[in-house]
């Protein structure tokens, strides 16, 4: 990042990526999108902006600082007690859930013509918390020139991956035969994006609500140690490579996201805390996302291409029938 004389370099640019934040949250509240995507929709929309000067360095702020301090405040959502109350083979199989989502999506993504960054985004994307796990993904990721378009069609691809999963999987977990404890652990272990599973939980019942928002958290947690490893990997990977840059071996939005998290788990922040910190990151994300649409051009996305489209859609088919194969395993089905 260029050097900061003072807050009026970054000023503008912070400025415009929250108004975009904004509005889509207003968009969200009165008719139902995806905050998200429609930051990100507004944001490629105003992509022009990105070329000023005045705007440019708080835009480029927005997207990598201001993402990266939401991403650690999520730490403040979760607690080891979330686990325990779901009981341990739940747990194990959300975990295993994760992990095995990642380890597919790398290994097909060569078929569709993709290398091991974009299938670690993707899959990652889609075994975690959608654009949430994109964007703190793409932040430790080694940079090149399409990155910006790889987060963007990522996020849009799991949020309306999600979008459409809200709706249709109360439905299927009816026709399997879930009951609500059962329905709640496949929502909250499958669908991507944290808003998604709660729609989709508590249009089921409370029950069914509270169970898969819990799930969902586990999933998570998970993005800490799966950071943690990808840039242990990363870096093994820049040693080979004469002017790759090596990220630190653990970033620091990923220590404060785990020490977070312990110390919630300790009961150290009041319910008022974690209420303000859950908003701070919520908003801080969806400025974030909005600064990333801001650096992306329309044009740029759309070359991505349908093979791109295909590997998001086989890895959330992948985690579905992982997570149902499971379930129904648990059940004596």
Same mark, same amino acid.
């Given at each position: ?18 108004? &975009?934040?904004? =509005? ?8 139902? =999108? ?36 939401? #991403? ?10 979330? /686990? ?14 994760? &992990? ?33 796990? =994109? ?22 691809? #799991? ?52 169970? =898969? ?19 242990? #990997?990363?870096?093994?990977?820049? *040693? ?32 008022? #805390? ?14 974030? &996302? ?11 996305? *759309?070359?991505?291409?349908?093979? /791109?489209? /295909? ?5 959330? /088919?992948? &985690? ?14």
């Amino acid at each position: 990042m260029p050097q900061i004389d003072n807050m009026k370099d970054l000023l503008p640019g912070i400025l415009i990526s929250g108004l &975009i934040a904004l =509005a889509a949250q207003f968009i969200s509240e009165h008719y139902g =999108a995806p905050a998200m995507l429609m930051a990100l929709l507004f944001g490629i929309a105003l992509n022009f902006l990105s070329e000023d000067g005045k705007c440019a360095t708080g835009i480029g702020f927005s997207a990598k600082t201001i993402l990266r301090f939401g #991403v650690a405040l999520l730490g403040m959502r979760l607690s080891f007690e979330m /686990a325990a109350e779901l009981g341990w083979p739940i747990v194990a199989l959300v975990v295993s859930g994760v &992990i095995a989502t990642i380890l597919f999506g790398m290994a097909v993504a060569r078929l569709f013509g993709h290398g091991p960054r974009f299938a670690f985004l993707s899959a990652g994307s889609v075994a975690i918390c959608g654009a949430s796990a =994109a964007m703190a993904i793409s932040a430790i990721l080694p940079k090149d020139d399409r990155t910006e378009e790889r987060l963007v069609f990522t996020v849009v691809g #799991v949020t309306l991956l999600s979008t459409v999963a809200m709706i249709v999987y109360p439905i299927l977990a009816d026709m399997l035969g879930f009951d609500g404890r059962f329905a709640g652990v496949f929502i909250g272990a499958t669908i991507h994006d944290v808003a998604q599973v709660v729609g989709a939980g508590f249009s089921v019942s409370d029950e069914t609500g509270e169970i =898969a928002t819990i799930v969902k958290l586990i999933r998570v947690a998970m993005l800490a140690p799966v950071i943690l490893v990808a840039t242990l #990997v990363i870096r093994r990977y820049a *040693i080979q490579e004469e002017n790759a840059e090596r990220p630190p071996i653990v970033p620091s939005f990923v220590v404060a996201f785990v020490v977070l998290l312990t110390l919630n788990s300790f009961g150290v922040f009041p319910d008022a #805390v974690i209420g303000l910190a859950t908003e701070t990151s919520r908003w801080a994300l969806l400025t974030a &996302i909005a600064a990333v649409g801001l650096k992306t051009s329309l044009r740029d996305v *759309i070359d991505v291409g349908g093979a /791109a489209i /295909a590997l998001l859609v086989l890895e959330t /088919a992948f &985690i579905g029938v992982l997570t149902v194969s499971v379930l129904f395993w648990l059940q004596g089905g």
